[in-house]
């Protein structure tokens, strides 16, 4: 072995290990943060075709046709949170993704189809669904009081500016009054 070849140290390789490892958690992290378990991947994976053309949508057609055809992005009927589900579904769950090349838009129309998922997989999905709502609504919370406690150190800012102000004329004129005082002695 030639004495000024670099080898590879055991931290270079620790840290390539920790790298692709903490990807992974990430991800891992995301899916069961949008609900994408094992358990739901193996039960995304019974569904047929027939599943989703039996599937009965009894408002489906009590509503508006115009309605239907003013979004014409089926995402707008999907929260963002439903939304995000679906895309990480898709990309982890090569079955679906089928279904929904051979389903779309031949037998349902894709906002169809998403009901249909949803109302499908609801009990495994709402728990983290309402967690994500909860959650947002925590940090909407946090906002609101950040919010208002800015306004509340602007307001103090703008009262102690104006006093100053307020203060830095009234001097003067007190000053000026000493002053011809004195000279009037």
């Not at 990480?88 to 169809?112: F, T």
């Amino acid at each position: 072995m030639w004495p000024f070849v670099r080898r590879k140290r055991a931290s270079d390789e620790e840290t390539v290990g920790k790298k692709g490892k903490g990807n992974d958690g990430e991800e891992e992290r995301l899916l069961h943060e949008f609900g994408v378990t094992d358990r739901l991947q193996e039960f995304v994976k019974t569904f047929t075709a027939d599943t989703f053309i039996s599937f009965s949508l009894q408002d489906d057609q009590a509503k508006d046709p115009a309605d239907v055809s003013a979004q014409p992005n089926v995402r707008k009927d999907l929260t963002e949170w439903q939304e995000r589900h679906a895309t990480l579904v898709l990309s982890k769950i090569k079955e679906i993704a089928q279904l929904r090349y051979v389903l779309c838009p031949r037998h349902l129309k894709e906002r169809q189809f998403w009901r249909i998922y949803f109302e499908l997989v609801k009990s495994y999905v709402a728990p983290y669904e309402m967690h994500a709502i909860q959650k947002a609504r925590m940090k909407k919370l946090e906002m609101d009081v950040e919010e208002s406690l800015y306004k509340v150190a602007i307001e103090v800012e703008m009262a102690e500016t104006k006093r100053e102000s307020g203060s830095s004329t009234i001097l003067p004129s007190k000053e000026n009054s000493i002053l011809n005082n004195d000279g009037e002695s």
